[in-house]
């Protein structure tokens, strides 16, 4: 079953205003880690920010932050003074510690983020 | 050369074609990952290498061969594909540790395939 989902495929922002991309997730281990990626039309993944399930802060880098939830299972990207740039899709992801392969990412379907001036 | 480097970028192959995908991480990374990215589908792990070691095979088919020489270079080959394995894949690399999961993957650019 999908562990990480994203339920906008699409949205709209105007230039210089913020917009809050949502994550949900599904674990039963206390133990994980959330990251955003953004996706350009170019195909690479950036890597934008991490939230680690024990942190007692919000996780913040530059203009992005994430709204850490944990009671609701919930990672939502929040993206300040939105820029043209800023235009591509972006995807939740999770790992977990348990299991052998500790370092495996799921990925959710990804938000296309369109900035307009 | 920084950061991980994927080549080619773009490959058109015929059914019966054998070919390769090439990949470099100049980070000092232990860890490498191949994924698969299909329209409107999830990111997919396909192989997991660390310390040049396969740790997980995510039940892709023999069709696609890895090949892990060193920790930097990554090699995935490919023979007798079909059609629905045109994608964009991406490889990816991390730095792992004893534990935790701090460890965020670097990715390639991807190299965009196309399988006739």
């Known amino acids: 079953a999908q562990k990480i989902t994203q339920t906008q495929p699409g949205m709209f922002v105007q230039e210089k205003e913020a917009v809050t991309l949502d994550c949900t997730y599904d674990?039963?281990?206390?133990?994980?880690?959330l990251f955003w990626y953004k996706q350009p039309s170019s195909g690479e993944m950036i890597f934008l920010i991490y939230q680690g399930s024990y942190d007692q802060q919000n996780a913040t880098e530059g203009r992005y932050s994430l709204n850490f939830q944990k009671a609701r299972k919930s990672a939502n990207l929040v993206i300040s003074a939105s820029q043209l740039g800023d235009s591509a899709m972006y995807f939740c992801a999770m790992r977990e510690s348990y299991g052998g392969a500790t370092n495996k990412l799921i990925f959710g379907t990804g938000t296309l983020l369109a900035v307009q001036p | 050369e920084t950061g991980v480097t994927q080549t080619p970028r773009h490959l058109v192959m015929g059914m019966t074609n054998k070919k390769s995908l090439k990949c470099e991480q100049h980070?000092?990374?232990?860890?490498m990952y191949w994924y698969k990215q299909s329209a409107k589908k999830p990111l997919e792990l396909m192989f997991v290498?660390?310390?040049?070691?396969?740790?997980e095979n995510n039940s892709v088919p023999s069709r696609f061969s890895p090949e892990c020489p060193n920790s930097s270079h990554l090699f995935l080959h490919l023979h007798t594909l079909q059609p629905e394995d045109s994608a964009l894949y991406l490889c990816a690399s991390s730095q792992e540790g004893s534990g935790g999961n701090s460890y965020e993957q670097y990715f390639g650019p991807g190299t965009r395939l196309t399988v006739t």
């Open positions: 980070l000092g990374h232990n860890a």
């Open positions: 674990t039963s281990d206390p133990s994980y880690g």
């Open positions: 290498y660390n310390f040049k070691e396969q740790t």
